[in-house]
């Protein structure tokens, strides 16, 4: 009988670890539309973006801002899902946030923080209106960006082919060429001629 007893023991628990893994149910966490002010907070750095003919940073206003990232922030902030809501925010990180995100369109203003990583499932700890739940990776990763990753390379400057002049400053010297259409010669009519190849 007891032999009995832990076979059926064994296959009940089989049957319970073959058994398929109901989907985690999703839990709402956020849904903003036409955000147009999006405040990133880091512990060293906070930088907001607005948004006018195109995104930019008021404080800043000639700095280049890739905007593909900014319309990936204002796209994800319009439904942002959790994974868990936690009774116990203990060990999560959020009593020192890693970054805090403010989101504001004309009548809203929404407030969350990133905490730590979980480890084994890769997702991010955060807060919002007192709860703490688990927000996916990817979610993370569409708002972790500081000012330095938000700009968007510029193209060099472009030039016209047949250059008639070239002026060279650094640490108050100057260096001045012209060009006759075949070859380089320093201004002024120096009898040193520049080697042509540089």
Known sequence: ????????????????????????????????????RITLQWPEETTTLELGEEWTDPEDPNYPIRQSILENMATTAQNITAQRQLENDAQTGLDTPALTVTLENDSQSVTFSFGECNSL???YYASLEGGVYTLSEEVYNAFAYTKEGLYAPQAPMELEEN????????????????????SWSFAGNSQTQPDQTK
Do not use: C, R, Y
């Open 1 to 36: 009988l007891g032999g009995a007893a832990a076979l059926l023991a064994a296959l009940a628990a089989l049957v319970t670890f073959l058994k398929p893994e109901e989907p985690s149910q999703e839990i709402p966490f956020l849904s903003m539309d036409s955000v147009t």
């Open 121 to 123: 499932t890769g997702d």
């Open 163 to 182: 250059i008639a002049s070239l002026e060279v400053q650094w640490e108050g010297n100057t260096l001045s060429l012209v060009h006759d259409g075949d």
